[in-house]
């Protein structure tokens, strides 16, 4: 069964340009995940889809991050204009549902000079 | 398998001493980058290598291709270099960070 794919793997940027991510989960899993991992610190949970749907954005940056999900299946994330302080790894991962088992995938590494 | 191990983690010097901070990598790489990172977030490109040795100011930095492993080294620190200190590896269509070192200089 193949994983969680993620593109590009990595990504270099000048401040206040934007940047996008790429996530195809695992198929037929309804639950989809957008972490972002500071060097030394746990992954934050960004924002949480079921299917098309938002579950959770509450940690979202929305004055400059978004994300969609619009067929349900792959979900991009945008950074618009991106600062310094998001130079981290964005994991996305999917699950069959809320709650279950989730899968990572490799992450796309941003750094922002 | 693309692997980057910086060391030490966290590292406490007097003012005016020299510092030295390590980086090896797993498998061949194309460049590496040395960042600087300051309380409050901002990243600063200190240097980029893909061999030799590379001098700006008081920092210092090496890269031995051979054994896989770069050095980064700041004479006579200072207080005001106290941040952490990220070494990043470009591999073929891969970036690694280091884990980070956390220099404090105490005057």
Same mark, same amino acid.
């Given at each position: ?11 270099i940027?000048?401040?206040r ?9 695992i ?43 619009l ?8 950074i ?24 990572f ?8 000079l | 398998k693309n ?8 590292l406490?010097?007097q ?14 790489? @194309?460049? $590496? /980058?040395?960042?600087?990172? *300051?309380p409050?977030?901002?990243? #600063?490109s200190?240097?980029?290598?893909s ?18 492993h @770069?050095? $980064? /080294?700041?004479?006579?620190? *200072?207080p005001?270099?106290?941040? #952490?200190?990220?070494?990043a ?8 960070f280091?884990?980070?070192?956390r220099?404090?200089?105490k005057p």
């Open positions: 069964e193949a994983g969680v794919a993620q593109s590009p793997r990595y990504k940027i000048e401040k340009q934007s940047v996008a991510f790429w996530c195809n989960p198929s037929g899993h309804a639950t989809l995940y957008w972490y972002q991992q500071i060097l030394g610190q746990g992954p934050k949970l960004l924002i949480q889809f079921q299917n098309n749907g938002v579950v959770d954005d509450s940690q979202l940056p929305k004055d400059r991050f978004s994300a969609e999900r067929k349900g299946v792959d979900s991009t994330l945008k618009q204009p991106a600062k310094l302080e998001d130079s981290a790894v964005y994991l996305c991962a999917s699950s069959a549902g809320g709650g279950e088992t989730q899968y995938g490799p992450g796309t590494r941003l750094l922002v | 692997e980057v191990e910086q060391s030490p983690q966290n406490t010097a003012e005016g001493e020299f510092i030295t901070i390590n980086c090896s990598y797993s498998v061949g790489i @194309s460049a $590496l /980058h040395w960042l600087q990172q *300051h409050g977030g901002g990243i #600063v200190l240097f980029m290598l061999s030799g040795k590379k001098k700006h100011g008081r920092l210092i930095a090496t890269i031995n291709i051979q054994e896989k @770069s050095s $980064l /080294h700041i004479t006579a620190s *200072h005001r270099d106290s941040a #952490v200190y990220i070494c590896a470009f591999f073929v269509n891969d970036m690694r280091g884990a980070g070192t220099l404090t200089v």
